[in-house]
T-cell receptor, first 114, second 111 residues
């Protein structure tokens, strides 16, 4: 089944404890992206990647890191999480080089930083 | 980055009526405008999109119009049904390949 998966789906952690949210797609998509969703603010792009080893900042990259060592995986790393990073996170992927195609979203990861 | 404004933030219509959601964008180089629907507790899913070389696109009860000169685009849902109740997001792809979303419209269709 073609899909985007994220793990974990739910996470409660404490300030400063490094964490990684994994994202994987099995559709051979080139474009992958991370968003955070907060009430009243919609979906805001954190980072995106147009291909392996190519990443770029979105609108809200501060406090986050990403890597794209393989085409299928695009992990989101929070080196030192803070409470303002409590949010619902979505990973998404898209078939071609540019983002001008349907983005397929993962199921979301709800993160709480205490 | 690209600024996408979406209105209204909430919309309530009676079943069978039409619903219109409007978005404006700032980057004149934007050339791709998708609309996503997000049901409660679920992931966003694409419902329709339009590219800059087209002024209007229709798919059954939903349609999108684009005015590049005015830099605005709209989603039209006709004959609304209770299952259309959801949050709808517009988005614009900027010249740097980042997709910028509006803040969303919560649509409620009452029977």
């Amino acid at each position: 089944e073609a899909q985007v998966t994220q793990n974990p789906r739910y996470l409660i952690t404490v300030t400063g404890k490094k964490l990684t949210v994994t994202c994987s797609q099995n559709m051979n998509h080139e474009y992958m992206s991370w968003y955070r969703q907060d009430p009243g603010l919609g979906l805001r792009q954190i980072y995106y990647s147009m291909n392996v080893e190519v990443t770029d900042k979105g609108d809200v990259p501060e406090g986050y890191k990403v890597s794209r060592k393989e085409k299928r995986n695009f992990p989101l790393i929070l080196e030192s999480p803070s409470p303002n990073q409590t949010s619902l996170y979505f990973c998404a992927s898209s078939p071609r080089l540019a983002g001008a195609n349907e983005q397929f979203f993962g199921p979301g990861t709800r993160l709480t930083v205490l | 980055g690209e600024n996408v404004e979406q209105h209204p933030s909430t919309l309530s219509v009676q079943e069978g009526d039409s619903a219109v959601i409007k978005c404006t964008y700032s980057d004149s180089a934007s050339n791709y405008f998708p609309w996503y629907k997000q049901e409660l507790g679920k992931r966003p899913q694409l419902i329709i999109d339009i590219r800059s070389n087209v002024g209007e696109k229709k798919d059954q009860r939903i349609a999108v119009t684009l005015n590049k000169t005015a830099k605005h685009f709209s989603l039209h849902i006709t004959e609304t049904q209770p299952e259309d109740s959801a949050v709808y997001f517009c988005a614009a792809l900027n010249s740097g390949y980042a997709l910028n979303f509006g803040k969303g419209t919560s649509l409620l269709v009452t029977p």
